[in-house]
């Protein structure tokens, strides 16, 4: 599930300059969203948590210092994002100025190529993912009531896991699950959000990527535990 743990917010650019980025993004496993204004990322980035962000520089609605410093507060879901920006002749100086207090990189939007691919792979540790193949179950609170699905995932990582399913839950859906581990009594517990849905002809599987947000009691801890004795 590594295309769930390499997720990209593209923010601000123009349509041709967009599909620029994400045809070179997924060239090395990144799954990018758009958002066309500023406005439209802190909507996202205050629920969902993004691998990477890549900015224009300047946006069209708000100064990129108001965008930085919303990723990085303490209770945003991308505080620990890495933050590339693409910056416009005249605005390079004020991007590359923004480097080290919030922002990773600050790049030419003229010179864009596959250097921003690799200054993304380089600022992104990606952890390391398992085939575990176990129960999942899923609850989604409707505006009807709470929907309850049976899955099995494909592979889990400490950032989340790969979820065997046909039902089709959109991006940003958020949700409880409950993770069967082989040899315990108790499930790990928690919630999630999800990041993408599955490419049939790429995985072979219809389902679900999603990444944990938070976890009940110690149930991160036990999870971690499983891991590094799978690892």
């Known amino acids: 599930m590594d295309a769930a743990q390499r997720s990209t917010l593209i923010v601000g650019l123009e349509v041709k300059t967009y599909e620029k980025v994400a045809k070179i993004l997924k060239r090395k496993g990144f799954f990018s969203e758009p958002a066309t204004t500023g406005g439209e990322a802190l909507e996202s980035i205050s629920f969902l948590p993004f691998d990477a962000i890549v900015a224009a520089c300047p946006l069209p609605d708000m100064p990129v210092q108001q965008l930085v410093d919303a990723v990085r507060r303490k209770d945003s879901p991308c505080r620990q994002s890495a933050v590339v920006l693409l910056a416009t002749p005249a605005a390079l100086a004020e991007a590359e100025a923004l480097v080290g207090r919030g922002v990773n990189r600050a790049l ?61 839950y959109p991006v ?36 679900v990527g999603v990444r944990f947000s938070s976890f009940e009691g110690g149930d991160k801890k036990r999870l971690e535990a499983l891991l590094r004795a799978l690892g």
Request: charged share 25%.
């Open 172 to 207: 940003g859906t958020q949700m409880a699950f409950e993770l069967s581990i082989p040899g315990e009594a108790e499930p790990v517990r928690g919630f999630a959000v999800v990041v993408r849905q599955t490419q049939e002809k790429r995985e072979r599987t219809s389902g």
């Open 108 to 168: 030419a939007i003229e010179e864009l190529d596959d250097e921003l691919a690799q200054d993304l792979l380089g600022l992104i540790t990606v952890p390391k993912r398992f085939p575990v193949r176990a129960l999942s179950r899923l609850k989604v609170q409707l505006s009807w009531g709470t929907s309850q699905t049976l899955c099995q995932t494909e592979n889990v990582s400490l950032h989340g896991m790969l979820v065997k399913t046909d039902h089709p």
